[in-house]
């Protein structure tokens, strides 16, 4: 019962209902999904990368194509992996087993298709996505995951990515308190219904779409840019 109550006041009471739900409702059936998209701070998590850990724990770019499926079983990485190929894995371990990974995130670019919900992000060059975020519970609550993000965008701005971005849901209060932290500004909103086959997305801000809805979200879907 404790367990559930910390759980509770760490991601809040919708975010848990919206896991469970989606649990038992098929995405082919209704989904309805919210986020924020937030600019990461490069610079700052740049100087929270170079600090020296506190921990016994290693980051580490993944390479190997078993090691990153693998990452992608580990972070529940759905995205589909014919759209994913230039993307970046990134995970974190103990140092003395650095490939039994214990949590992990991934780095987008070029494109980014959440083909379940009907909508692709495009990015220009110098754009980069953090997407599919995970860590054990055994290392959580350590900075584990902000030293991991930090990691990321630090490999990422060095390959040329200068705006990176990353999408969290509202009612997620401990991941919108992280981002937050670490965000320069808040870039807007990307809201979707779908019911069977029809999805509608909505965005705002500084966010440009070609259209508002789609029948064939897999296959045909909404396309963002992030002006």
Partial sequence: MMALIQKIRRRGLVNLLEIQFNRIVPVWLFRFSMGDVFELDVDSLRQLADQSANDDLVYQ??????????LREKTWNSV???????????????????????????GGVESFIESNLGFRLLFDADQAWIY????????????????????????????????????????????IHVHRKFSRRRIGRITVVRILRWASVFGSGNLTKDRTWTTEPETNPVLFKIS
Avoid at 61 to 70: F, G, K, P, S, T
Avoid at 86 to 92: M, R, S, T
Avoid at 143 to 167: C, E, P, S
């Fill in 80 to 106: 589909p992996i014919e759209t994913t190929q230039n993307d970046y894995g990134f995970a974190v371990g103990a140092a003395d087993a650095p490939t039994d990974f214990q949590g992990g995130v991934w």
């Fill in 61 to 70: 770019v993944v390479m190997d194509c078993d090691d990153r499926q693998r």
């Fill in 132 to 175: 599919c975020a995970y860590i054990d519970p055994s290392v959580r609550g350590k900075g584990t995951y902000q030293r991991l993000l930090a990691f990321a965008v630090k490999h990422l701005n060095q390959q040329g990515y200068h705006r990176i971005y990353v999408v969290v849901q509202p009612w997620n209060k401990a991941s």
